[in-house]
């Protein structure tokens, strides 16, 4: 037991004196993050400590590279180079990552930052120290090494966060200690971040050759064999049913479809890599045979993820997610030739093409995801502008000479929200520009709900206008990744939305009032009608129009005749037609009249009740002024 004991220490301390600068960016990343913990934590606190958690968590694969790469150069100046250079990265890293933080709206070009640096460096993790020893033996050993430690370290760190975590309910339960829910998070944070990264350095050989086996772990092949195998066959026979389908039906692949084939890929490659070291043994030629033959099978649904990727591109424009997934398609081509052509001899050539696709994806400046897309975005939406005439000779935004069609007032409208909630502009500078404030991290009123209720008030003027018309289906394309209006109308749970213009500044109406009621109805479908004080709001009995009624008063404001004279899909609610129907373009806020009172409509959605075959007002939004 003492043995055990010492030998526990002398290892920690071995591991310590090896990768300092790993454990060090550990250590700092824990406590950074068990610092964000706590109501008493201001955003602006949280923001700037996020920034600095990123960075430590990024300096861990980055650290860990270096220092296994150190150790295979010869002379000391050769190694203390090495780690300034990684020393110089990480400092790159911190200020790329504020500087991101502080100079854009949303969190998106953060997010895709860090997701870009967190892929080259693990992806360098597995090649950058076997640079000198390059082969693919002690490759796929090396990897496997780190594959099986970091699945040890996930389940050690799991059973002891289980274990201390329950200790300490006990220590608040039975005998009466004050543990506050911090302090489990805070457990959490050391023990995934410190904890974990130590265990998981302790086992690491100073020579890569001694990951070098004679055998083959019999866990990896019933893993690879009995598990990833029948997921490759599952995928491929799903694809090649589907891609039967759409040839014989004539139409384009849906972009879904793409997701499905970078499945199939992922997966398929892994097991390869995984059963790698059996296509050297004769007793086991079906690896080759399955090796060759998940290339070929690859080759058709390569084809038919072009034709998703162009497909949807060549209709909205580049976004994010498909440049990453237009370069993907280029790298599983390249590499699937590669592998064919060297008959995956030289596994290692897939990490190390991945890591460039990487750099170029993400870093390249001028050809990175996040410039492509929003140059993209923007000269599509600078196109239809020029189109419907909205451009004055200066190339300010005017409003259009004519109504706009409904799909172009509802795509321009979709593309300025993505480029807004993107990039932070709107695509129509210098006349639409988003106010300063909602670039201040301190501003506590600069949330994406309030960027798009300005935007929609900005925009309104000029005929560019919110979708209002959605399905549960519309409601799912209309996302940073497609960044399009095309709706997939399912009529059996049709809902009609209109958002008018919300003024900064509501107008009074003429009249002499004596009360102004905000009446916000959510969903009537659960309220018959809510009391606001002086007034009751609810439905009437048609359950179509707004009853307003009070002691003395009761009136009905017809919601219904609005529906009907301005949106056609209220009339015919059959028809099947893909753009979406809303009101006309409107520059005033849309007031209804009666003797005693005036409501000022800013929010109405009308649900398709599938029972009565008929539209329900569903909820409202806006003002009533009472005599």
């Not at 030739?337 to 001899?345: D, G, K, Q, V």
């Not at 409003?399 to 593309?415: F, G, K, R, V």
Request: glycine share 6%; with cysteine.
């Amino acid at each position: 037991m003492k043995q055990s004991i010492t030998h526990f220490f002398l290892s920690s301390i071995n591991t310590l004196k090896r990768f300092p600068l790993v454990c060090l960016v550990a250590f700092l990343g824990s406590t950074v993050l068990s610092l964000m913990l706590g109501d008493d934590v201001s955003t602006e606190r949280q923001n700037s400590l996020a920034i600095w958690a990123q960075t430590f968590a990024l300096g861990i694969p980055l650290f860990f590279a270096s220092t296994l790469f150190a150790e295979n150069l010869q002379g000391y100046f050769r190694k203390i180079g090495i780690y300034k250079l990684a020393t110089a990265i990480q400092i790159v890293v911190y200020f790329h990552l504020s500087h991101v933080n502080t100079h854009g709206f949303n969190q998106g070009e953060l997010s895709i930052a860090f997701v870009g640096y967190f892929l080259a460096f693990h992806l360098l993790v597995s090649f950058l120290p076997l640079v000198k020893q390059f082969n693919s033996t002690v490759f796929w050993h090396f990897n496997k090494t780190l594959f099986l430690r970091a699945a040890i370290t996930v389940l050690y760190v799991g059973v002891l966060f289980a274990g201390l975590a329950g200790a300490l309910v006990a220590l608040d339960q039975l005998l009466g200690f004050n543990i506050k829910g911090i302090y489990y998070g805070r457990l959490w944070f050391y023990l995934s971040g410190l904890a974990s990264v130590w265990m998981f350095l302790a086992h690491i050989p100073r020579n890569l050759y001694d990951t070098v086996e004679t055998g083959y772990p019999k866990g990896l092949q019933v893993f690879a064999q009995y598990i990833l195998m029948p997921l490759v066959l599952l995928y491929l026979l799903i694809l090649y049913v589907y891609g039967i389908k759409i040839i014989v039906a004539g139409t384009l692949p849906v972009g879904w479809v793409s997701n499905l084939i970078l499945a199939f890929s992922v997966v398929g490659m892994l097991a390869l890599l995984l059963l790698h070291p059996l296509t050297e043994n004769s007793e086991n030629k079906w690896v080759n045979r399955f090796t060759r033959g998940f290339y070929l099978a690859l080759i058709p649904l390569l084809v038919l993820l072009f034709i998703a990727a162009f497909t949807r591109i060549n209709a909205y424009g580049f976004t994010e997610l498909r440049y990453a997934l237009l370069a993907l398609a280029f790298w599983l081509t390249g590499i699937t030739a590669f592998m064919l052509i060297t008959r995956n001899r030289f596994i290692w050539a897939i990490p190390v093409s991945l890591f460039f696709t990487v750099l170029w994806v993400f870093f390249i400046p001028g050809f990175n995801l996040h410039e492509v897309s929003k140059n993209s975005q923007s000269n599509r939406l600078n196109n239809l502008l020029k189109e419907h005439k909205m451009l004055s000779g200066e190339n300010k935004l005017i409003a259009a000479p004519n109504t706009l069609p409904d799909s172009i007032s509802a795509e321009m409208y979709n593309i300025t929200k993505y480029l807004s909630v993107n990039h932070g502009i709107t695509g129509l500078e210098p006349t639409v520009n988003i106010p300063d404030s909602f670039f201040v991290r301190s501003n506590q009123n600069r949330s994406r709900w309030d960027l798009e209720q300005w935007l929609e008030t900005a925009v309104a003027p000029y005929g560019i206008n919110d979708l209002s018309v959605y399905t549960t289906f519309a409601e799912d394309t209309i996302t940073a990744d497609t960044a399009s209006v095309e709706v997939v109308v399912s009529y059996a749970d049709i809902e009609i939305r209109f958002r008018g213009p919300t003024p900064t500044v509501v107008l009074v109406p003429n009249g002499s009032w004596s009360h102004c009621v905000d009446v916000s109805i959510k969903d009537f479908n659960f309220i018959n009608e809510q009391d606001f004080g002086v007034v009751t709001v609810g439905r009437d009995v048609s359950r179509k129009n707004l009853r307003v009624s009070k002691s003395s008063y009761n009136e009905v404001f017809n919601l219904d005749s609005l529906m009907h004279a301005n949106v056609h899909s209220y009339n015919f609610p059959n028809e099947k037609r893909r753009s979406p129907y809303f009101f006309p373009n409107q520059k005033e806020v849309i007031s209804l009249k009666s003797a005693k009172a005036t409501i000022q409509v800013f929010y109405l959605r009308y649900s398709w009740n599938t029972q009565n075959k008929k539209y329900e007002l569903a909820e409202f939004n806006g003002k009533l002024w009472l005599l």
